[in-house]
């Protein structure tokens, strides 16, 4: 078997928009081998010629809270919305990491904030938007709405070489998985070889982040020790309200920042988590643009992950989104 | 006196002694008593909010829900367990690691779930 080198698949660059975190996939630009052979099957297979594309991930956008962390309601989310249709390169897909709604015990209202959240979201004019349930979609009914207006909490399916998988830690009530669907993710990965590009979606961190403040899944070392038999396989998740880079292995894991109001560093605050105070004179404060590149083969000791941070306000994009802004501009 | 009167006698009197035997705890005399902590869990919160436990020594948890299922979740403590809608379970702990900690209810229960927790201090 041929060594392939580990920047043929999955290369990552973008811009966090606060919003969310803009990915750029170049799965199947160099791939050789092993790999080569085994996108030209899925591309044969799926019909899909194998090419870079990008993608954008958003969470927690919290449709219908209405609490004094945040006063400013959905202005984010439709916020985001513009970014996103403003970007110099426009993103195959929008992978959204749960909490979409606000909880409520008023099924009609809680159908209501559902289908508010369906109508900002067709303002994306992104062909593509996946969904994760977060627990204050799914948490109190077991996932029977969320099913109803969005589909099936867990799945899985292929775009340009990259295998997605969306996982359900909340419909349990706990933050787990659950046997039923680890057995479902051991059988859907079992066809790739251990170097597909996979890019998995889900709520939760799989990882104890800080269990105290609920940011773990209580499985989440039996589904890493599914997920860490692959080479080049990312974690997105939400939550946290944050942004976050943790690496288990060989595995990533990136947390993008909510839709709503956020959550402060972990490290070093003790005691139960409370949301940073609402800044009235910034109120996009730390919703603000994060961009991702990847830097191919990394070193050693190097970070394979170059990040950039953008307030929500800004105007201009950095990174590779900056340059082909400034590219986009310069022809007009 | 008949054989009825004398079952009726048994079932009486032995009672009695069972009950009397229970609330002294003259049933194992030698037996140090497990302390108990009554913990009512009711949306949003835990109550009381505060709890001090000593490093070594075993107690009793006696936890009730009021209204939904809650969990009842601290990993240094090893605590990880459900209460049922209305029910009341019990739980035995011993803490090894002296601290404060933060122990959270970990089963969704509405909207300010986020927010249930208590203060565990082990001394």
Not at chain 1, 249 to 257: E, F, I, K, L, T
Not at chain 1, 270 to 288: E, I
Request: some cysteine.
């Amino acid at each position: 078997m041929k060594q392939t080198d580990r920047r043929s698949f999955l290369k990552i660059a973008g811009s966090s928009l606060g919003i969310g975190v803009l990915y750029s996939a170049y799965p199947a630009a160099h791939a050789t081998g092993e790999a080569g052979d085994f996108f030209n099957t899925l591309g044969q297979s799926s019909g899909e010629k194998l090419t870079p594309f990008s993608f954008v991930q958003l969470s927690d956008a919290h449709v219908g809270f209405n609490g004094p962390p945040d006063p400013l309601g959905t202005k984010a989310f439709e916020r985001a919305a513009e970014m996103i249709n403003g970007l110099p390169q426009r993103p195959d897909l929008i992978l959204f990491t749960g909490d979409l709604t606000h909880d409520t015990e008023d099924r009609d209202v809680h159908v209501q904030r559902m289908k508010q959240f369906q109508e900002i979201s067709k303002r994306i004019n992104v062909p593509v938007i996946k969904h994760v349930p977060g627990e204050h979609d799914a948490g109190l009914d077991g996932g029977a709405l969320y099913r109803e207006m969005f589909g099936d909490t867990y799945y899985s399916f292929d775009h340009r070489g990259v295998h997605f998988v969306a996982l359900d830690n909340v419909t349990r009530a706990k933050p787990e998985v659950g046997a039923e669907q680890l057995t479902w993710l051991k059988k859907d990965l079992a066809r790739f070889p251990k170097t597909a590009p996979i890019v998995v979606f889900t709520h939760r961190p799989l990882f104890d982040l800080r269990p105290d403040w609920e940011w773990f899944t209580s499985d989440g070392d039996d589904v890493m020790n599914v997920l860490s038999a692959y080479d080049n396989l990312t974690v997105l998740y939400g939550h946290i309200h944050r942004d976050d880079e943790h690496q288990t292995g060989s595995v990533h894991h990136y947390a993008a920042r909510s839709l709503i109001f956020a959550f402060p560093d972990p490290n070093g605050v003790s005691g139960p988590r409370k949301p940073v105070p609402f800044d009235k004179d910034h109120p996009f404060k730390n919703l603000g643009i994060r961009t991702v590149a990847f830097n191919g083969m990394p070193q050693p000791g190097s970070a394979p992950l170059s990040i950039d941070d953008i307030e929500l306000t800004a105007r201009e994009f950095r990174g590779i989104n900056g340059v082909q802004q400034l590219l986009r501009n310069s022809k007009v | 006196m008949t054989r009825t009167k004398l079952f009726r006698l048994a079932f009486t009197v032995v009672p009695c002694f069972c009950s009397l035997a229970l609330l002294t705890g003259a049933s194992s005399p030698s037996a140090p008593e497990m302390p108990v902590i009554d913990i009512t869990a009711k949306r949003f919160a835990f109550a009381p909010d505060k709890i001090t436990l000593t490093k070594g020594k075993t107690v009793k948890l006696r936890i009730h829900s009021e209204d939904v299922t809650h969990g009842f979740f601290l990993r240094p403590l090893k605590l990880d367990e459900e209460i049922p809608a209305g029910q009341t379970i019990e739980v035995a702990v011993t803490p090894q690691e002296a601290g404060t900690f933060t122990l959270i209810c970990d089963h969704f229960c509405g909207a300010n779930h986020g927010n249930m927790n208590m203060t565990v201090g082990v001394e």
